[in-house]
């Protein structure tokens, strides 16, 4: 199966040329070795209002499409910003302050993920993995997670008097 790419203008240019010269779908995609449904989809996506396909134009409206297409941080909110920086500061974890702030705020939505990302890619100032979260950026392994999971009792019945064994 061959891997996705986009259009180049390049690409867009030749497409119009083979257009011009009244090369059918199935031509065209031979000669640019893409898909058939791709280039349909490139003429139904990038052609002009009035039913023309022009290179420049075409890649005008890819560039104007990739660039909504990209999902806005959801940090971007001043306040919620604050609030998680403000808590991150107190060494609070990123599970606690989404169980806070999902508490003083039940309408807005909010991710330990989308902290641990703003931290990741150094969205918030003085704050670090290293210096701010618990494990400091390093992942539990196996053998911790059951260290973490066994009972240790407090007294074993080794450490039990020895009149005990005595009794009734």
């Known amino acids: 199966m061959q891997s996705y790419s986009h259009f180049t203008l390049s690409e867009r240019e030749c497409l119009a040329d083979l257009i011009k010269a009244g090369r059918s779908l199935n031509q065209i995609a031979m000669i640019?070795?893409?898909?058939?449904?791709?280039?349909?989809?490139?003429l139904r996506r990038n052609s002009t209002p009035d039913g023309h396909y022009r290179p420049l134009y075409a890649t005008t409206n890819y560039l104007h499409a990739r660039k909504k297409s990209?999902?806005?941080?959801?940090l971007d909110d001043a306040r919620l910003k604050d609030f998680a920086s403000v808590k991150l500061?107190?060494?609070?974890?990123?599970?606690?302050?989404?169980?806070?702030?999902?508490?003083?705020?039940?309408?807005?939505?909010?991710?330990?993920?989308?902290?641990?990302?703003?931290i990741k890619n150094s969205n918030?100032?003085?704050?670090?993995?290293?210096?701010?979260?618990?494990?400091?950026?390093?992942?539990?392994?196996?053998?911790?997670?059951?260290?973490?999971?066994?009972i240790k009792p407090v007294h074993t019945i080794h450490d039990r008097p020895p009149e005990i064994e005595n009794r009734l």
């Open 32 to 42: 640019l070795q893409r898909n058939k449904s791709s280039i349909s989809r490139e």
């Open 70 to 74: 990209v999902k806005k941080p959801r």
């Open 89 to 118: 500061q107190e060494f609070w974890s990123p599970e606690t302050i989404v169980a806070r702030w999902k508490m003083e705020n039940p309408q807005d939505k909010l991710s330990h993920s989308t902290i641990y990302s703003a």
């Open 124 to 150: 918030f100032t003085n704050i670090s993995v290293k210096t701010h979260l618990r494990r400091r950026g390093k992942r539990q392994t196996k053998a911790e997670k059951v260290k973490c999971q066994t």
